[in-house]
């Protein structure tokens, strides 16, 4: 496949880049991001990569970019994803996942180009849910409740106009928590792992971890499976569908803290930062992925155990 | 009181202003918009109004101006509030109802200012509805169906979150289809006003005025109404609540067309243009005003007969 990759230099975009290396060898791939790649494009001997560092803020950038590559597929993972970041930010928040997002489908509609996009959105589209209302499916009304939130539905909302209205193939996401090897720690999972692993490297007789709130449940989906979900999405998702991709399963955040102490065999305790408490958030969060299911035969195949054990593996890789 | 009016060259920019100018004599206005006035601020002499020639694309500009005019109440009317030019230049529309938004209300959270803002949404954020679920209330279901209606529901998500995330004092409307004297011959009422004022002064055998599909059911409320219910809520509104602007009324096209013939004494025919169809539409919008008249007391008090002369009588007084 000749397919171009925005938000080239995240983690997600590593992940699906091993999977088009096995599934499609001989694809042509460009990444392009604001930022530059820090990976090796070496690990994906079977693909031709090239990169090119643009803002798609930039229109004119985009533009030329699309006209000399000319892609078949769009895989859209370029957005500005931290909800605490929307808070600090909230209009530059707005602007990079929106008008990045117009800036490429406009150019798709005015040139009339033939081209399957896929718009990656969030389960933090959903906002506040009750208990009683889980596992989420797509037909669930959405009360965002970050500035981050809002840009992911109004993506959403824009995706569904250029499909029904323009008749772009365009398909759209919501993606729940990934977790995987190469994840910044940012983000919760991977903050763990990597305290962990710092722990287990010291002699030091009282193990502390820092922490926010250990009680809250979230479905975590192996970034590996997500990726084979954009992949099958792109190939054979229905045009003006928004598809979750999660795992079903909730995970108590104190569960994920035990697991790890274990795989390390290190004894623990939990310190909480006030700092990474969030004002208001749900105390528990699982969807449904029966659509993705039942449409393309998507499920997750990766255990919490084996992610856990890979993010630590990661890790220990990275602290050597 | 001491107010920013967006938008100002629209025809509700002005209905508020005359309100203004017999509720609160002695009330400071500054008005700014991209385009110039075409109207006589002597119309209003009880109010020190001022003009800015400025676009609120112009972050810099906004800053400015609302640093040196400190005002207690924004009214933000400004929008590109067509539907089918949004389907035209989605990029534009989207733009110009969001970004504009966020450079004004980024400026108060960020400076920190006491400031009450309107934002003006629009019954387009409805989108698709049935006759059962009518009248619709503000807990109905968006689900926007064009550019402009996807831009009008993020900035009222917007609104939200800086309400209620921020504390901003920002109520927010959904306007539906407003009419009265002063309207642009674009909007339908107007358009069939114009064209019987014109048959009206010609002595023809054969009149006939072009019409769009006559059968739709709208909610007409005058605009006199309207700039009523907007000071209230500048006024007393609660922060972050949404409320409906709107008649209660469903009243079918082709009897608008009857009542303007009956009031001119005129015999037409009505011809469809098949471009002023649109490719899906409603049959039947009507709304309920019930909250914003349990919480303040508003009613519409201008008949449909009365709207109905005062814009016939308008486009006589243009045609002279």
Redesign the interface.
């Known amino acids: 496949m000749k397919i171009l990759i925005t938000g080239f230099t995240g983690f997600v975009s590593q992940h699906f880049l091993a999977l088009l290396n096995e599934m499609e060898p001989g694809s042509s791939v460009l990444g392009i991001d604001k930022n530059k790649p820090d990976f090796n494009f070496s690990a994906f001997p079977e693909l031709n990569i090239s990169f090119e560092n643009i803002d798609l803020l930039d229109r004119e950038a985009t533009e030329k970019i699309l006209d000399y590559f000319k892609p078949e597929y769009i895989l859209h993972l370029a957005s500005v994803s931290s909800v605490a970041q929307s808070?600090h930010t909230?209009?530059e928040s707005?602007?990079n996942n929106?008008?990045i997002f117009?800036?490429l489908v406009?150019q798709i509609?005015v040139k009339n180009r033939k081209c399957r996009i896929l718009s990656v959105g969030s389960s933090e589209e959903f906002g506040e849910v009750t208990e009683a209302e889980l596992p989420l499916t797509e037909e669930h009304?959405l009360k965002?409740?970050?500035?981050y939130a809002?840009a992911r539905?109004?993506q959403e909302?824009?995706s569904k106009?250029?499909a029904d209205?323009?008749a772009l193939e365009i398909i759209m996401t919501r993606s729940f928590n990934h977790i995987g090897p190469g994840q910044k720690d940012l983000f919760v999972i991977a903050s763990f792992a990597k305290q962990f692993v710092q722990l287990s490297k010291e002699n030091i007789t009282k193990n502390t971890i820092t922490t926010g709130n250990l009680s809250i449940i979230r479905d975590f989906v192996d970034v590996r499976d997500v990726v084979k979900a954009y992949y099958l999405l792109l190939k054979k998702g229905k045009r003006g569908e928004v598809y979750n991709i999660c795992s079903g399963n909730g995970i108590v955040l104190k569960d994920i803290v035990s697991s790890m102490a274990k795989i390390l065999n290190l004894d623990v305790e939990t310190v909480v930062n006030p700092d990474l408490i969030r004002p208001t958030e749900n105390k528990k969060v699982v969807g449904s992925y029966q659509k993705l299911k039942t449409e393309l035969g998507w499920e997750p195949e990766i255990s919490i155990e084996k992610s856990l054990k890979d993010i630590i593996g990661y890790w220990q890789n990275e602290a050597k």
Do not use: A, D, H
Not at 144 to 147: D, H, T, V
């Open positions: 808070w909230p209009l707005f602007v929106t008008t117009l800036n406009e509609r009304p965002p409740l970050s500035p809002v539905v109004s909302m824009l106009i250029y209205g323009f």
